[in-house]
């Protein structure tokens, strides 16, 4: 198995190198601004649609559970169709799922194709990872960080175009139609790329949805799948409600947008720091003291009043909390470059399950309790977070 590993990863660099990495890295970039657009317009939509925040929660959850459903079981399709059929296929549903989204007029029709558009950008985000953790191993950490700083970038594009669309009086779902154009040329762009497939035996049926238990019963993936799961649903649901609370605060989205794209700046800035001292520092450390720091900073953020010092203080939050998902995949992969399929799905699907879960109770408790609320679970959960990164930074693994 070891040597067609590296027969791939040759012929990968010989063949088809730069333009590989040039499609995960604008597909990244396309993966942010798709994510990050939803957030900043729930207060629109809840409006235009005539829909309370819990039922907005309550789409955005159901939307992920077909993707934790997919993550669990796309590695064994990517291992029978290939890189390349399986991208394609994440391609056709974000993109359909775009133009339906620009074509509803209910919110029934916005369930159905939001629930198409997360399930391409979960397919797609998983086959790049895996791509990575799979052909390009040995340079898996820089090249995870790489894609993290293109999906920054988008998730910084994001929040100034709702703000740009808002402020011209245009309507919402025009963003939507422009991410399907963009999504077609990224297309033409895939057929024209060789994406070497890794060898690995046929599956049948039957098999395609069996779980890699050297994976799932690994006490080191274990603590990280449940860290991912907890990180995953902060870094979610502090985006997604971050609109609603400033609105409670009575600043309107216009304004508010455009503090969410200082947030998502310091996001992207976090990256770049940090794919700096990941060359010095160990992943563990990093992620560690940035848990910790994220703690800090949070409760700062809720307690201070001036808008002033509470948008100084979400910038240094967002320098923190970034880039601990790309940590705990890149120390999941160091259990060997065979199981990097399995890895990449996996951890997807302990994120999607975290924010199936806590987008649901974020709208709830927005809606029946306190716009606040998405402040309560977030630093809970970032203190749990925190003692299982101790645990981890003293744990050792057993790498395959």
Known sequence: MINKFSDVTQDFSKVATKKVLIYSLAQ???????????????????????IGLDKIGATISFSILAILITAIVLNNFIDNLGFKKVLIAGLVFLSSGALGIFLSKTFIFFIVFYFIYQLGIGILSITIFSIIGGVLFEEKSRRIMQTSIYYSMGVIIAPLLVSLFIGVKLNWQLIFLSLVIIQIMLGIFLISIKI???????????????????????????????????????????????????????????????????????LFIGLIIKNQLIRKV?????LMWGILLSFVFMILIFFIRNLI????????????????????????????????????????????LGSIIFQYVSGFMSEHFSKNSVFYIDILLLFIIFILAIVINNKKMKTS
């Open 28 to 50: 990244r970039m396309v993966l942010g601004i798709s994510t990050g657009l939803v957030g900043p317009l729930i207060p629109i939509i809840a409006k235009d649609l005539n």
């Open 196 to 266: 070497p497939k890794i060898i690995k035996p046929k599956k049948n049926i039957k098999n395609l949805f069996s779980i890699d238990k050297k994976i799932i019963f690994n006490s080191f993936f274990i603590i990280i799948g449940f860290m991912i799961f907890l990180y995953s649903a902060v870094m979610v649901t502090f985006f997604t409600w971050f609109t609603s609370y400033f609105e409670s605060l009575n600043i309107e989205v216009f304004k508010s947008s455009l503090f969410l794209a200082l947030y998502s700046m310091s």
């Open 282 to 286: 160990e992943e563990k450390k990093l």
């Open 309 to 352: 010092i509470k948008n100084i203080m979400l910038f240094f939050y967002g320098i923190c909390i970034t880039a601990n998902f790309s940590f705990m995949v890149i120390l999941s992969l160091n259990l060997g470059s065979k199981y990097a399929s399995s890895i990449a799905a996996y951890t997807h699907a302990a994120a999607y």
